[in-house]
């Protein structure tokens, strides 16, 4: 199998954790360089992954022995990047949440499309363990007809995780578009979507009430529908001062699935009948740990590249669940149920 040779732009705290050293660990792949606008953040990733740092996305997009590259920045920057690297025939892993908007996520699709090269959002709940364990049972039909979910995403903020901390782009708006809508959030309406399908409605209530200083969200609650009747919940927030939930219920006709719901069993299903099961899989990637699990996004990846497969996440899926965070924040500005 012949060797990828990848770019890594953006050197914080989810290249770190996550795109480096999986790419590292990936036997067929070469880390040839390393972007930050940071120089000497550029400069310790170059010498710990043995690339060339570079301080200016275009040198790194210019360079003709790359295939890939990980977009691995604030989220003003994923659409101008990502577009960059499609039109100079790279395969694009972009990190999340994929756009700023549905005329920037159409128009990093149909780059990717032009170059006919891969194009995939680095949504990571779809590979933990529990979820896709979950997306079997629901499949099988053991849960019956799914009537309701609710879902959360929370921990105390992004202060811990940013390489910028306080100072972070995670919470000045020109940067980030959205707070923990766009951080959070969006993984849980991808995360659904994986589960149940694609939602047709969406309300919500999204508010700025736990953080000073900053102009993004940092609490939501959104309610939505499937475009098959199932309703249900979701919170993004960076209030949850006591530490992360990323827990997920679903309501079906035959029982109930908890999902990263219990500290030792990642999935329990309960069941009318009397009859329940314990399944202790692999652990999800908390902020506590350091995000240090593999995420499988990247071998995943590399292996849709090599194989010429089409990524579990498309440039489509990405932007379909960032539609679902548009229409919560239109419906919070108008006061309406958005229809997606
Ligand atoms: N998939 C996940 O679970 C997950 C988790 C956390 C963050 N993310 C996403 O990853 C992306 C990056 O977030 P992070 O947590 O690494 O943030 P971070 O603040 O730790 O790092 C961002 C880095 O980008 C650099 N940067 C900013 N502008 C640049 C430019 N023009 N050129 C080169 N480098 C530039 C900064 O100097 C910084 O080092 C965000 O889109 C975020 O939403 C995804």
Redesign the pocket.
């Known amino acids: 199998m012949s060797t990828l040779k990848v770019g890594v732009?953006?050197?914080?705290?989810?290249?770190q954790r996550?795109h480096l050293p999986e790419y590292a660990a990936n036997k067929n792949v070469e880390i040839v360089a390393v972007?930050?606008?940071?120089a000497e953040?550029a400069e310790e990733m170059a010498t710990k992954y043995d690339a060339k740092a570079y301080?200016e996305?275009k040198d790194v997009i210019a360079l003709d022995e790359i295939d890939v590259i990980s977009v691995?920045?604030?989220?003003y920057?994923?659409a101008p990047v990502s577009i960059a690297a499609s039109q100079a025939g790279k395969h694009v892993l972009c990190?999340?949440?994929m756009a700023t908007s549905k005329e920037e996520a159409l128009a990093m699709i149909e780059a990717a499309k032009a170059s006919n090269k891969k194009l995939m959002v680095?949504?990571?709940q779809r590979f933990v363990s529990s979820h896709r364990k979950a997306k079997e049972i629901i499949e099988s039909g053991k849960l019956g007809k799914v009537y309701s979910f609710r879902t959360t995403f929370g921990h105390p903020g992004?202060e811990d995780?940013?390489?910028?901390g306080r100072e972070?782009?995670?919470f000045n708006k020109e940067e980030a578009f959205i707070g923990a809508m766009?951080?959070l959030g969006v993984?849980k309406a991808d995360l659904m979507r994986y589960l149940l399908g694609d939602f047709a409605e969406v309300s919500s209530f999204i508010e700025t009430n736990a953080k000073e200083n900053t102009d993004v969200d940092d609490n939501a609650v959104c309610i939505l529908r499937t475009a098959n009747g199932i309703i249900g919940t979701l919170a993004a927030s960076w209030a949850y001062v006591k530490g992360g939930d990323n827990s997920t219920v679903i309501y079906g006709e035959k029982g109930v699935l908890r999902l990263e719901d219990h500290p030792e069993y990642s999935l329990i299903e309960e069941y009318k009948n009397g009859e329940a099961v314990y399944h202790k899989l692999g652990k999800i990637?908390t902020n506590e740990e350091g995000?240090q699990t593999n995420?499988h996004?990247i071998n995943h990846f590399v292996t849709c590249i090599l194989e010429d497969k089409q990524p579990l996440i498309t440039g489509e899926e990405g932007m379909k669940s960032l539609d679902v965070i548009l229409g919560a924040l239109e419906s919070q500005k108008t006061k309406r149920i958005i229809s997606l």
């Open positions: 732009i953006g050197c914080g705290a989810i290249a996550r972007c930050d606008i940071n953040r301080t996305y691995c920045l604030p989220n920057l994923h990190e999340k949440p680095a949504h990571n992004p995780w940013s390489l910028d972070s782009w995670f766009g951080d993984h990637q995000g995420s996004v």
